[in-house]
T-cell receptor, first 112, second 114 residues
Framework: KNEVEQSPQNLTAQEGEFITINCSYSVGISALHWLQQHPGGGIVSLFM???GKKKHGRLIATINIQEKHSSLHITASHPRDSAVYIC??????????????FGKGTHLIIQP | NAGVTQTPKFRVLKTGQSMTLLCAQDMNHEYMYWYRQDPGMGLRLIHYSVGEGTTAKGEVPDGYNVSRLKKQNFLLGLESAAPSQTSVYFCASRLLAGEYYEQYFGPGTRLTVT
C-alpha cells in the first residue's frame, strides 16, 4: 500500500504570501493527484501530474517521480485560497490503478 | 449534467438503526467509490465497484455493505449503526481504471450516530 504523507498539517499565512505544501509517497507511481476541499466540504480535483510542473492560475504543482515527492505552490495567496489541500497517489491491484490513497490533507488559512 | 449526487445530505441515527446512503452519477462512469472522512484521518476507502454488479472491499469495510445493481447508482448500507460510524461519507466516481483518470466527488453526507 502506498503511504502518502503531507506537510505541514496546518498552515496559517498572511494574504500575499507564497505558500508551499509538500507531499511524499512510498511506492513509485506514474501520476499524482492534488485536490482541494472547500470549507463547505466539496472536493474538487486541481491537478493530475506525471512529471515536471503544471500551472493553473496562481497554483503550481511540481513532481519529482524519482524522489517520490510533489509540491503544491500558491503565489500571491488570497483568503479565498483557504481550504484543505489533499494529495493522492494511485493504488494498484490486479486490475491496474483502480483507486487512490489520500494524504491527511493540509489545512490552509490565509488571513487578510 | 448533475455529476455525482448523494442522498441524504445529513442524517442522525440511533445506535442499532439501519440506513442506506445513495450515490448517483450521470457521467457513465465505470468505477464508483465510498469513502469516509474523519478528523485527522483523511479519506479512507470503504468499498468500491469497478462496474455494474461488482463490489470490492476497501480499507475499512467492516459494518458496511454495498450494492451496484445499476451502473449509475452505488448504495452504501449500515445494517446496525454504531457511534464509531459517525463520519462524513463521500461518494466518488471515475470513468475507467488508470493513473490519469480524475475522480469526481459527491457533496458528502454527514452522519451522526448517537
Amino acid at each position: 500500500k502506498n503511504e502518502v504523507e503531507q506537510s505541514p498539517q496546518n498552515l496559517t499565512a498572511q494574504e500575499g504570501e507564497f505558500i508551499t505544501i509538500n507531499c511524499s509517497y512510498s511506492v513509485g507511481i506514474s501520476a499524482l493527484h492534488w485536490l482541494q476541499q472547500h470549507p463547505g466540504g466539496g472536493i474538487v480535483s486541481l491537478f493530475m501530474l506525471s512529471s515536471g510542473k503544471k500551472k493553473h492560475g496562481r497554483l503550481i504543482a511540481t513532481i519529482n517521480i524519482q524522489e517520490k515527492h510533489s509540491s503544491l505552490h500558491i503565489t500571491a495567496s488570497h483568503p479565498r485560497d483557504s481550504a484543505v489541500y489533499i494529495c493522492a497517489a494511485p493504488t494498484y491491484s490486479g486490475g491496474g490503478a483502480d483507486g487512490l490513497t489520500f494524504g491527511k490533507g493540509t489545512h490552509l488559512i490565509i488571513q487578510p | 449534467n448533475a455529476g455525482v449526487t448523494q442522498t441524504p445530505k445529513f442524517r442522525v441515527l440511533k445506535t442499532g438503526q439501519s440506513m442506506t446512503l445513495l450515490c448517483a452519477q450521470d457521467m457513465n462512469h465505470e468505477y464508483m467509490y465510498w469513502y469516509r472522512q474523519d478528523p485527522g484521518m483523511g479519506l479512507r476507502l470503504i468499498h468500491y465497484s469497478v462496474g455494474e454488479g461488482t463490489t470490492a472491499k476497501g480499507e475499512v469495510p467492516d459494518g458496511y455493505n454495498v450494492s451496484r445493481l445499476k451502473k449509475q447508482n452505488f448504495l452504501l448500507g449500515l445494517e446496525s449503526a454504531a457511534p464509531s460510524q459517525t463520519s462524513v461519507y463521500f461518494c466518488a466516481s471515475r470513468l475507467l481504471a488508470g493513473e490519469y483518470y480524475e475522480q469526481y466527488f459527491g457533496p458528502g453526507t454527514r452522519l451522526t450516530v448517537t
